[in-house]
């Protein structure tokens, strides 16, 4: 029966749980992603509404990233992650049954997703230093690999289900779905048994005792190592430069210039297509040096700008935009992989952490300044300015000597890459 399964959902049953849980939980947040505009509109709200709430999400995030990786390197990470997701069960399904019921307003759900947005801050730090807990390290890469295909195959799957959810029955029905997701990935968590972290120096233990001292230990494992702060500044560029031509610019030049939503709808689909077939990709692929791998995808992806405003018919775009899709999944489950790979189990929640907060804080500022880059220089001059600055970039990462070094741990069998 399970022959057909990947080796690591067959022989590791604590990463089995952990993926259930995560799988279902990636799904409901596609929904909530599509559902919670037209629950703000549902009640009255406009864009301004639209983006208040969206914000009360993510600000939090951005501001407890940072602790949530100090929490989450102090305590048992899946029992702060069954913590967060009770939360999060609980804010989703009041919101759910304040819209159902008619009773929602604006500032309710404000309120609601500023929690969400906290519990969020502790989960993702905490999951990425469980998972190496849950595995063999020969299966790391793989178990890696599934929990990317998950986004990816969620965010091909997630709106349309939340499409049909919206248009039948309504949003709050959508982000009951949600809540629903987050009890069973609870249930997943609470018969979860990973193994325990590595100890670290007790001396080390001992003098890190408040919360500013550890901050500083998890950044000095970042400033020690030359592939980390280095990846963090081509991650940060990438958010900043090219994030805002898939979130901001391609919208309005496919308005402007293709057939409008539906023309985006076919990109979007083909990068989630090409998204899931990078994550199968490295589930199968045994790599003797995954970060240099992973940072070639890095510069692929950056061109996504110079796709977008290339002129090419949809389908063109399309296609390209595949590649580019799988090119993002490659690099960065790769990155996380040598992460959870050379970071010290003590502190790998820390460091996640600061990868967190440089990817979600910075993104803001470039989807802030797209729209006035384009109104001054012209759309396509700003997309292609975008790959002028990113791809340059991320090809600066490889001639760092510990991106281009830096090999899988010899109890990991690698190929030739």
């Given amino acids: 029966m399970t022959r057909w399964l990947p080796a690591v959902l067959r022989d590791e049953p604590q990463f089995r749980r952990l993926f259930v849980g995560m799988s279902l939980s990636a799904f409901g947040d596609r929904i909530t992603f599509v559902a919670l505009p037209f629950a703000v509109l549902a009640i009255g709200g406009g864009a301004g509404e639209v983006g208040i709430v969206a914000a009360a999400a993510s600000v939090p995030f951005v501001v407890f990233t940072l602790a949530g990786g100090v929490i989450a390197d102090r305590v048992r990470r899946h029992r702060l992650m069954l913590l967060t997701d009770l939360v999060r069960l609980v804010t989703q399904s009041i919101a759910a049954y304040l819209l159902i019921s008619g009773t929602a307003e604006v500032w309710h759900l404000a309120v609601l997703f500023a929690v969400f947005g906290t519990a969020d801050a502790f989960f993702s730090p905490a999951v990425t230093g469980l998972l190496p807990l849950t595995v063999a390290p020969q299966h790391l890469q793989a178990a890696g690999g599934l929990r990317s295909l998950v986004m990816s195959t969620g965010m091909v799957l997630g709106p349309a289900v939340a499409g049909v959810l919206i248009a039948v029955a ?28 590595e100890p670290g120096d007790p001396e080390a233990d001992a003098a890190a005792a408040n919360f500013l001292r550890e901050l500083r230990e998890g950044f000095a494992e970042v400033r020690s190592r030359s592939w980390v702060w280095s990846g963090l500044i081509g991650i940060g560029v990438y958010h900043v430069v090219v994030l805002p031509s898939i979130f901001v610019l391609g919208p309005v030049l496919a308005e402007q210039e293709l057939d409008g939503a539906s023309s985006w709808a076919i990109v979007t689909a083909a990068f989630g297509v090409g998204a899931i077939v990078g994550d199968l990709l490295v589930i199968r692929l045994r790599l003797a040096r995954p970060l240099l791998v992973g940072t070639c995808g890095l510069a692929v992806a950056s061109c996504q700008a110079l796709i977008i405003g290339s002129g090419l018919p949809v389908e063109g775009i399309a296609a390209l935009e595949a590649v580019t899709g799988a090119a993002v999944s490659i690099y960065f489950t790769l990155w996380e992989l040598s992460l959870q790979q050379h970071i010290p189990e003590r502190s790998l929640s820390r460091v996640s952490s600061y990868d967190y907060m440089v990817s979600s804080g910075l993104m803001p500022v470039g989807l802030a300044l797209a729209g006035p880059a384009s109104a001054a220089f012209g759309l396509h001059a700003t997309l292609h300015a975008m790959t002028i600055i990113a791809v340059p970039v991320a090809l600066a990462l490889l001639a760092v000597p510990a991106v281009r070094t830096l090999r899988a741990p010899p109890d990991v069998a690698p190929g030739t890459a």
Avoid: K, M, Q
């Fill in 170 to 197: 309504g949003a709050g029905y959508a982000l009951a779905v949600d809540a629903a997701t987050f009890a069973a990935s609870a249930a997943a968590l609470a018969t979860l048994h990973p193994r325990e972290p």
